[in-house]
């Protein structure tokens, strides 16, 4: 599975790599980000995933990483994940303690309509899904943690319910030390996951096995 560009002469082979692309820049580098955000959220634009010659969905091969103080593992698609896996859970193991307890909420509901002479009406059925919103159901998370605790808590919560083949990274290192990010992208390694740092140019070292693109004002590469 590879990311690229049609503007790119070259390829980003996702999954156990990682990879800079730094931009001479900074026009350039906030046109990319600009661009591929968008993309994230269904607008046109170049970049593509493929694999085996046919196009991935973009959304479906990476997820966004930026702002990392922002990262919330109780954000709505990981939520809306979280409560379907639970839902998945109760149909199968626990469905007559389920049951049960829409029976007696029912008939509570029922009692109460008798007995204050209500005229209402409700569904004969519970969803599940407003159940769990009502019980405030969240993935649990330090509010206090560090910000490197919070990114491996939110890459390892996106891991779960989405299978990223990679990670792209924007101004990591405004953020995190070498050491940090180098340690970050060694365990997605080990995961099988590939890690992309988009950069403005700062002529920092490259990690031991790390590809650095420097790509100029013309999108050209150049090799260093």
């Known amino acids: 599975m590879n990311l690229r560009h049609v503007d790119w002469q070259f390829v980003i082979p996702l999954q156990s790599g990682c990879y800079t692309l730094l931009w001479e820049s900074p026009a350039l580098f ?16 170049g970049f593509f995933v493929e694999e085996n010659y046919e ?11 930026y702002s990392p103080y922002m990262m919330d593992v109780n954000e709505k698609k990981i939520i809306t994940r979280l409560y379907k896996e639970v839902e998945a859970g ?14 007696t909420l029912m008939s509570l509901v029922d009692r109460i309509q008798l007995g204050n002479n209500l005229q209402i009406q409700h569904s004969d059925h ?26 491996y808590s939110y890459v390892d919560t996106v891991t779960k319910y989405f299978q990223p083949q990679g990670f792209v990274c924007v101004q990591f290192r405004d953020y995190f030390t070498d050491e940090q990010l180098h340690v970050f992208a060694q365990e997605m390694k080990m995961k099988h996951i590939g890690v992309i740092f988009l950069e ?7 990690f031991p096995d790390e590809i ?6 013309s999108w050209c590469e150049l090799y260093e």
């Open 126 to 151: 519970l969803q599940v899904g407003q159940l769990l919103k009502s019980m405030n159901l969240q993935v649990e998370q330090d509010a206090d943690c560090h910000v490197i605790e919070r990114l």
């Open 90 to 103: 109760l149909q199968i193991d626990y469905m007559e303690e389920y049951l049960e307890i829409e029976r």
């Open 30 to 45: 906030e046109r990319l980000v600009t661009e591929l955000v968008g993309q994230m959220n269904g607008k046109d634009g």
């Open 55 to 65: 196009e991935v969905p973009l959304t479906k091969a990476l997820w966004l990483l």
């Open 200 to 206: 403005s140019h700062n002529g920092r070292r490259a």
């Open 212 to 217: 650095v693109y420097t790509i100029d004002e």
